[in-house]
C-alpha cells in the first residue's frame, strides 16, 4: 500500500508596509463618496454623513475608509460631529470613534470640510484584533492624509 503525503503551507496575506503593525500613514484616493441623511430645510443636529473613501499606501490601493458622521450641533453652532467608522485593509480592520468639526453646510458633500481630526482606535480585526492608539486625519480639499499612531499588542 502507497502512503501519500499531503503537506499544505499556509501563507498570511499583508498589507504591504504594515505587516508589524507599527505607526504609518495612509492617503485618500482625492475621491468622496458621500450620501447626506436626515436633511431638512437647513442643516439640523441628527443630520448624518455616510461616506467611503479608498485608501492608498504607496500610491497602490489597500483597502477603504468607511465612516458615518452624525451632527452635534448645527455649523453656524460649531459644527461639531460624531464620527465612526473603520478602514477595511487587506489584512484587517481598524475600528474609531472620535469627533470633528464640519464647518462646511451640511448639505455640501463636495468636501468634508473642518481641519481634520484625532479619533481614538477602539480596536480592529485581524492582525488588528485589539489594537488600541489613534488616527489623525489632516483634510486638504479631497484628499486626506490619515496618520496611525497604533499598537497592536
Do not use: K
Not at 464640519?102 to 492582525?127: E, K, N, W
Amino acid at each position: 500500500m502507497r502512503r501519500i503525503t499531503i503537506a499544505l503551507a499556509f501563507v498570511a496575506l499583508a498589507t504591504p508596509g504594515l505587516a508589524d503593525c507599527d505607526d504609518f500613514v495612509l492617503t485618500s484616493d482625492g475621491q468622496e463618496r458621500s450620501l447626506l441623511s436626515d436633511v431638512g430645510e437647513a442643516p439640523a443636529v441628527g443630520d448624518r454623513l455616510f461616506g467611503h473613501r479608498a485608501v492608498l499606501l504607496d500610491g497602490q490601493r489597500v483597502g477603504s475608509n468607511r465612516f458615518i458622521s452624525t451632527a452635534m450641533e448645527a455649523p453656524g453652532d460649531g459644527g461639531t460631529q460624531h464620527l465612526t467608522g473603520a478602514f477595511l485593509l487587506d489584512d484587517g480592520t481598524i475600528h474609531y470613534e472620535g469627533f470633528w468639526n464640519r464647518s462646511l453646510p451640511a448639505t455640501d458633500v463636495s468636501a468634508p470640510g473642518g481641519d481634520g481630526y484625532t479619533a481614538a482606535i477602539t480596536g480592529g480585526t485581524g492582525r488588528y484584533n485589539e489594537a488600541t492608539g489613534t488616527i489623525t486625519n489632516h483634510i486638504d480639499g479631497l484628499n486626506s492624509r490619515y496618520s496611525f499612531d497604533i499598537d497592536c499588542d
